[in-house]
């Protein structure tokens, strides 16, 4: 299960991009979930994805 903190979410899924994904669709479908939801969550604390890095990056 996800983090629900944005700031707790953003460590969470920078690691397991790092670690066991290699982009953010597949990580969200483990997890039962579009892109979408995790990216306007950590937009809303100043975060994008960074396909090319497969991580959240400062806006």
């Known amino acids: 299960?996800?983090?629900k903190d944005p700031v707790m979410l953003l460590?969470?899924?920078n690691t397991q991009l790092r670690d066991n994904f290699d982009d953010l669709e597949e990580l969200a479908a483990s997890n039962m979930m579009e892109a979408s939801q995790i990216t306007e969550?950590?937009?809303a604390i100043g975060y994008k994805y960074d396909a090319e890095q497969n991580r959240?990056?400062?806006a």
Request: charged letters at 15%; aromatic letters at 16%; hydrophobic letters at 60%.
């Open 1 to 3: 299960m996800m983090p």
């Open 56 to 58: 959240f990056v400062r």
């Open 41 to 43: 969550k950590l937009a």
């Open 11 to 13: 460590s969470y899924v």
